[in-house]
């Protein structure tokens, strides 16, 4: 079994990640603010002892406005999170990975590949964190880590989903009922994705790296 870190690991998609590789018999270290730790201030005495052999940068905030209303501080948080969260964990652990040749796994979002209205700085983030997960495939899977991305659409009844739900009312002037049917009618299916599906579908794929060795530099969509 691996030596795991979850990144966000306390809510949401991330915990349902921990549970589903804890069951499966995993060490698991959630690594998220709630436990004191900082995804842009890698834990010293985790990098030096932790000996990881899969990294799951999970953790993100978005922050919903109209371009104009857009505040300076707000975009920095999401772009900090969301992709230069992802760099500093991943460099950070990087001796520990290449010496293990180890796995990341990048949760990225179906907003890297769809513009939405008043989401330009969570769109850009996710589309940065996108190419940021090609381009660590393309530097690290000859040193023997594989990296890919999986990219979920909205998921159902996490944290940040209903915060994005009271921050579309809140700049649409929308009710809860009409921002809520306004994103269900963009998805196939007609309802949000279980975070337990994609968490159950990521723990299959981390069994063993022969479950995903060849998806490296790969994205992979989740949920219609």
């Not at 990640?17 to 804890?22: C, E, H, K, S």
């Not at 104009?68 to 500093?88: L, P, R, S, T």
């Not at 179906?110 to 850009?124: G, K, Q």
Request: charged share 20%; with cysteine.
């Amino acid at each position: 079994m691996s030596n795991i870190i979850v990144t966000g690991g306390d809510a949401g998609l991330g915990k349902e990640i921990v549970d589903f590789l804890n069951a499966d018999g995993h060490n698991v270290l959630s690594y998220d603010l709630k436990q004191g730790y900082d995804v842009l201030d890698p834990d010293p005495f985790l990098v030096g002892n932790f000996k990881v052999d899969v990294l799951i940068n999970c953790a993100g905030i978005n922050k919903i406005n109209w371009l104009e209303n857009v505040a300076e501080a707000d975009w920095d948080a999401v772009m900090d999170v969301n992709v230069k969260g992802i760099f500093k964990m991943s460099q950070a652990f990087l001796p520990r990975l290449i010496e293990r040749k180890g796995t990341i796994v990048n949760i990225v979002s179906n907003a890297a590949h769809m513009p939405m209205r008043c989401s330009a700085a969570y769109n850009a983030s996710k589309g940065a964190a996108l190419i940021l997960t090609k381009q660590l495939a393309r530097e690290l899977t000859n040193k023997g880590v594989t990296v890919f991305s999986v990219s979920p659409n909205k998921l159902a009844g996490t944290e940040m989903s209903n915060s994005i739900d009271q921050q579309v009312v809140q700049t649409r002037g929308w009710s809860l009922e009409e921002a809520q049917r306004y994103q269900l009618a963009g998805l196939l299916t007609g309802e949000e994705t279980p975070p337990e599906a994609v968490a159950e579908f990521i723990a299959f794929l981390l069994q063993d790296k022969a479950h995903h060795r060849y998806l490296s530099g790969c994205d992979l969509p989740y949920g219609a």
